[in-house]
């Protein structure tokens, strides 16, 4: 019997191992998500990638509308076409304010607790839970149990979260408000429940009707101060909703996430401040905003004891809990807070005044919101919100959110975040500005080269990619196509470019170029040097035109950038080859270097003058730590571009030693300018072991 029951388990483990090694066969032969010729299954809304296979995914990722993937989405291409430094991004609510100064000192000195990074109740601990009871009190005049009618929560969202999974059954119906934070449309697919809508109108203050909801859902969510638009509650709302809840047996969940960040200095009511709030109602508030602690996901739920404890309950379903020194920082920072909070309204409201004040100049009729530290501002006529974020994001790139993402209604405005300073948000309208866009000129009034660029825009065939999905699998495909268009270019089958292109050999990066490098091209012809940012080179119709775009950069660089300076390149006796292309790349760090990449017509790449630009100015160290930050973007530059051997010339000994330290070798001796230069290389497999142990993350 023994025996059998042996050959039985050989035969199983031998059919195992069969199979493992049939499947490990087949894995090897998947093709790779770069080849041209993989099926792929996309879902645009998710960005989602699948390979067809054995193992979907789960139903509700494609029941999901929700909207910020695909807007972010757009706004990593645009980085990646214009230089992540070039693109500013007023879009995502992330506050860049500090938080407050003693928040992060008992932040600090708790991570050095013994039991700091121990297990701890999932419903919070008791210093936090005393200081958000105190602060109700003062704040909203309302008394709340520190023992029984407090939970502490990763962030608003994950408070919503566990409240669905309390109390909503499969197939319930939520009410959502639109326009309104897409996040809860996210939670309810998440959840298998039912989404209803409820319209906010602008007539309307955007404030609910609860005579139009339906009596028969399960959870309502409201959200004062309201995220897009700035819109306060007034306690008579809450009121309403209260009666309505108790009337037809329907959860509330108010999100109050922007509860302290208001623009006149009024506070907001709160729903706690209505009787009898606690037995139908949770609200939520949040630390993100008000003491700018994003990063660190913490918030609290507000109740009655039964349904805290059912909220627990669904905690414990999940597990999870707040990390302990950050909620004694959140203590800490409530208990410190009205100075801070003056501080942080004061500094949104004066980038908010600013804003206003370059929006109306554009033709806006945008005004202040109550609260939050949003615009929402009208696009001009006869666009929607998504061809006038793209229109606004390819042709100056800034960013706005499109009010689409909050939902059918928000379309027709944009949602502008004051996440950047007076100086950056200035920059941003300045930008604007040059780009000739305006709020008050309609879409059909503007050149029909114009409206055809934006078709492409929304399309997703603006710039040289035939088609750039925003699904990130579907754009690294375009690679290829891209690298096809630049060699058709540089081969003078393209006449628009065959004037300023030298022999078959020379590789160009034609806007793969990325992470922030401001790039120039200097072309020799015709014995002058001529200056142009890539995205701004040709088709041009002559030389001449070309030449002139030249000397008004130059023009501008002498003026406003470096005044002082030698034109790029910084050589002061030396002269230009005419044999080849040059590439300047300029690294954004406090001690500033020019490095030239010059691709000669035989195609070898030589980095040239990392330190001869005159404003580099430093300590030796800083100026070495300068150096390694350009040539890993000369090394970028020539990995990305198909460039496979990088060179450098130097006659300086500690230069010798210093890229002998980052892994160049020898390969002899040669004469620049009169001087006699040792020649140092880096090949392909050396650049890519340079990147590795500088940490430089090259995927598209």
């Given at each position: 019997?023994?025996?059998?029951?042996l050959?039985?388990?050989?035969?199983?483990?031998?059919?195992?191992?069969?199979?493992?090694?049939r499947?490990t066969?087949?894995?090897?032969?998947?093709?790779?998500?770069?080849?041209?010729?993989?099926?792929?299954?996309v879902d645009s809304?998710?960005?989602?990638?699948?390979?067809y296979?054995?193992?979907?995914?789960?139903?509700?990722l494609q029941k999901?509308?929700?909207?910020?993937?695909?807007?972010i989405?757009?706004?990593?291409k645009?980085?990646?076409?214009?230089g992540n430094?070039s693109?500013v991004?007023?879009?995502?609510?992330?506050?860049?304010?500090?938080?407050?100064k003693?928040?992060?000192?008992?932040?600090?000195?708790?991570?050095?607790?013994?039991?700091a990074?121990?297990?701890?109740?999932?419903k919070?601990?008791?210093?936090?839970?005393?200081?958000?009871?105190?602060?109700m009190q003062?704040?909203?005049g309302?008394?709340?149990?520190p023992?029984?009618e407090?939970m502490?929560t990763?962030?608003a969202?994950?408070?919503?979260?566990h409240?669905f999974?309390?109390?909503?059954?499969?197939?319930?119906?939520?009410?959502?408000?639109d326009?309104?934070y897409?996040?809860?449309d996210?939670?309810?697919?998440?959840?298998d429940?039912k989404?209803?809508?409820?319209?906010?109108?602008?007539?309307?203050?955007?404030?609910?009707d609860?005579s139009k909801m339906p009596?028969?859902?399960?959870?309502?969510?409201l959200?004062?101060?309201?995220?897009?638009?700035?819109?306060f509650?007034?306690k008579?709302?809450f009121?309403?909703?209260v009666?309505f809840?108790?009337k037809?047996g329907i959860?509330?969940?108010?999100?109050?996430?922007?509860s302290?960040?208001t623009h006149?200095?009024?506070?907001p009511a709160?729903?706690?401040?209505?009787?009898?709030?606690?037995d139908?109602?949770?609200e939520?508030?949040?630390?993100?905003?008000?003491?700018?602690?994003?990063?660190l996901?913490?918030?609290?739920?507000?109740?009655?004891e039964?349904n805290?404890q059912?909220?627990?309950?669904?905690?414990y379903?999940?597990?999870?809990?707040?990390?302990?020194?950050?909620q004694?920082a959140?203590?800490?920072?409530?208990?410190?807070?009205?100075?801070?909070?003056?501080?942080?309204?004061?500094?949104?409201?004066?980038?908010?005044?600013?804003a206003?004040?370059?929006?109306?100049e554009?033709?806006?009729?945008?005004?202040?919101?109550?609260?939050t530290y949003?615009?929402?501002a009208?696009?001009?006529p006869?666009?929607?919100?998504d061809?006038?974020?793209?229109?606004?994001?390819?042709?100056s790139?800034?960013?706005?959110?499109?009010?689409t993402v909050f939902?059918?209604?928000g379309?027709?405005?944009?949602?502008?975040?004051m996440?950047a300073?007076?100086?950056?948000?200035n920059?941003?309208?300045?930008?604007?500005?040059?780009?000739g866009?305006?709020?008050?000129?309609?879409?059909?009034d503007?050149?029909e080269?114009?409206?055809n660029?934006?078709?492409?825009?929304?399309?997703g065939?603006?710039?040289?990619?035939a088609k750039?999905?925003?699904?990130?699998a579907?754009y690294m495909?375009?690679?290829?196509?891209k690298?096809?268009i630049?060699?058709?270019?540089?081969k003078?089958?393209?006449?628009?470019?065959?004037a300023?292109?030298?022999?078959?050999?020379t590789?160009?990066?034609?806007?793969?170029?990325?992470?922030g490098?401001?790039?120039?091209?200097?072309?020799?012809?015709?014995?002058v040097?001529?200056?142009?940012?890539?995205?701004?080179l040709?088709?041009?119709s002559?030389?001449?035109e070309?030449r002139k775009?030249?000397?008004?950069?130059k023009?501008?660089?002498?003026?406003e950038?470096?005044?002082?300076?030698?034109?790029?390149?910084?050589?002061?006796?030396?002269?230009f080859?005419?044999?080849a292309?040059?590439?300047?790349l300029?690294a954004?760090?406090k001690i500033?270097?020019?490095a030239?990449?010059?691709?000669?017509?035989?195609g070898?790449?030589?980095?040239?003058?990392?330190?001869?630009?005159?404003?580099n100015?430093?300590?030796d160290?800083?100026?070495?730590n300068?150096a390694?930050?350009?040539?890993?973007?000369?090394?970028s530059?020539?990995?990305?571009?198909g460039?496979n051997t990088?060179?450098?010339?130097?006659?300086?000994?500690?230069?010798?030693?210093?890229y002998?330290?980052?892994?160049?070798?020898?390969?002899?001796?040669r004469?620049?300018?009169g001087?006699?230069?040792?020649?140092l290389?880096f090949d392909?497999?050396?650049?890519?072991?340079?990147?590795?142990?500088?940490?430089v993350?090259?995927?598209?």
């Amino acid at each position: 019997m023994r025996i059998l029951q042996l050959n039985s388990i050989v035969s199983a483990k031998a059919a195992a191992y069969s199979e493992r090694n049939r499947i490990t066969k087949e894995k090897r032969n998947v093709p790779s998500p770069l080849d041209t010729n993989v099926t792929l299954k996309v879902d645009s809304r998710l960005a989602l990638v699948s390979f067809y296979g054995k193992i979907k995914p789960a139903e509700r990722l494609q029941k999901s509308n929700y909207k910020i993937p695909e807007y972010i989405g757009e706004i990593s291409k645009a980085r990646y076409f214009y230089g992540n430094s070039s693109v500013v991004d007023l879009s995502m609510g992330n506050p860049d304010i500090i938080p407050p100064k003693k928040a992060r000192k008992v932040l600090k000195d708790k991570v050095d607790d013994v039991w700091a990074s121990r297990y701890n109740s999932p419903k919070g601990e008791s210093i936090l839970f005393h200081s958000i009871s105190k602060w109700m009190q003062k704040r909203f005049g309302v008394e709340i149990d520190p023992r029984k009618e407090i939970m502490v929560t990763s962030g608003a969202s994950d408070a919503v979260d566990h409240i669905f999974t309390a109390y909503a059954n499969y197939g319930d119906k939520v009410l959502i408000p639109d326009p309104g934070y897409s996040l809860y449309d996210d939670l309810i697919v998440r959840h298998d429940l039912k989404k209803e809508t409820y319209p906010l109108d602008p007539k309307n203050g955007y404030l609910p009707d609860f005579s139009k909801m339906p009596a028969d859902a399960k959870i309502l969510i409201l959200n004062y101060p309201h995220n897009p638009t700035g819109t306060f509650a007034t306690k008579k709302t809450f009121e309403e909703a209260v009666k309505f809840a108790n009337k037809n047996g329907i959860l509330i969940i108010h999100d109050m996430d922007n509860s302290e960040i208001t623009h006149s200095g009024k506070k907001p009511a709160g729903i706690m401040q209505v009787k009898g709030a606690k037995d139908v109602a949770f609200e939520v508030h949040t630390f993100s905003k008000a003491q700018s602690m994003p990063g660190l996901r913490v918030a609290f739920a507000i109740s009655d004891e039964e349904n805290i404890q059912n909220l627990l309950k669904a905690k414990y379903l999940s597990g999870g809990s707040v990390y302990t020194p950050v909620q004694a920082a959140a203590a800490a920072a409530l208990d410190d807070e009205e100075g801070y909070i003056q501080t942080v309204n004061k500094i949104y409201r004066s980038r908010k005044n600013t804003a206003i004040k370059r929006l109306h100049e554009l033709g806006s009729d945008a005004k202040p919101t109550q609260g939050t530290y949003y615009l929402w501002a009208k696009v001009p006529p006869d666009f929607n919100s998504d061809e006038f974020f793209k229109y606004v994001l390819h042709k100056s790139q800034i960013a706005f959110t499109p009010g689409t993402v909050f939902g059918d209604n928000g379309d027709g405005y944009v949602r502008i975040v004051m996440s950047a300073n007076e100086k950056q948000i200035n920059q941003a309208f300045d930008k604007i500005e040059k780009a000739g866009i305006r709020f008050d000129i309609s879409k059909l009034d503007l050149p029909e080269e114009t409206r055809n660029e934006i078709d492409k825009m929304v399309d997703g065939t603006y710039s040289i990619v035939a088609k750039a999905d925003s699904d990130y699998a579907e754009y690294m495909k375009t690679l290829s196509k891209k690298r096809t268009i630049m060699q058709e270019r540089i081969k003078g089958k393209d006449p628009k470019y065959n004037a300023f292109v030298v022999k078959d050999t020379t590789k160009l990066p034609w806007n793969l170029l990325r992470d922030g490098q401001k790039v120039y091209l200097q072309n020799q012809k015709e014995g002058v040097a001529l200056f142009g940012e890539i995205r701004d080179l040709p088709p041009f119709s002559s030389p001449e035109e070309y030449r002139k775009l030249a000397l008004e950069i130059k023009k501008q660089w002498k003026q406003e950038k470096y005044p002082q300076a030698e034109i790029l390149p910084p050589y002061k006796n030396g002269k230009f080859y005419p044999d080849a292309n040059y590439f300047v790349l300029k690294a954004d760090d406090k001690i500033q270097a020019i490095a030239n990449v010059e691709i000669q017509n035989d195609g070898i790449v030589w980095g040239r003058s990392l330190n001869s630009a005159p404003w580099n100015q430093g300590k030796d160290k800083q100026i070495k730590n300068c150096a390694t930050s350009v040539i890993q973007r000369m090394v970028s530059f020539c990995l990305e571009t198909g460039n496979n051997t990088l060179k450098f010339a130097t006659d300086k000994p500690e230069n010798i030693s210093y890229y002998k330290y980052l892994g160049m070798k020898t390969e002899g001796e040669r004469y620049f300018n009169g001087s006699k230069c040792t020649v140092l290389r880096f090949d392909k497999e050396d650049m890519e072991q340079f990147l590795k142990r500088y940490q430089v993350n090259l995927a598209f």
